[in-house]
């Protein structure tokens, strides 16, 4: 059974970072497509990044209202999705989810308020 656990969310000013980790159990990992979305309140899911683990050469994806500030990578050795998120704003407040294929886990809160 595929099981994804995100976390490492929490309350951050502006500017500051965070980085959110997702571990992927019950599938080959480094043989899927793995993928960050969030959610904002009252809003609908925003897709953020992507990263396809079948290919090593494979350059990740990001949307245009995060590139340049988040990086998408893994620890293939320990099944595990990382997003490190930099120069956070408000804006950026969210429940993050990782996913693979339409699976998906329980989201971790990131809330960016000084």
């Known amino acids: 059974e595929v099981q994804l656990a995100e976390s490492g969310g929490g309350l951050v000013q502006p500017g500051g970072s965070l980085r959110l980790s997702c571990t992927a159990t019950?599938?080959?990992?480094?043989?899927?497509?793995m993928s960050w979305v969030r959610q904002a309140p009252g809003k609908g899911v925003e897709w953020i990044s992507t990263?396809?683990?079948?290919?090593?050469?494979?350059?990740?994806t990001y949307a245009e209202s995060v590139k340049g500030r988040f990086t998408i990578s893994t620890d293939n050795g320990k099944n595990i999705l990382y997003l490190q998120m930099n120069d956070l704003k408000p804006e950026d407040t969210a429940v993050y989810y990782c996913?693979?294929?339409?699976?998906r886990g329980q989201g971790t809160q990131v809330t960016v308020s000084s």
């Open positions: 019950g599938f080959t990992f480094n043989s899927h497509v």
């Open positions: 996913t693979q294929g339409l699976k």
């Open positions: 990263l396809n683990l079948r290919n090593s050469d494979a350059e990740p």
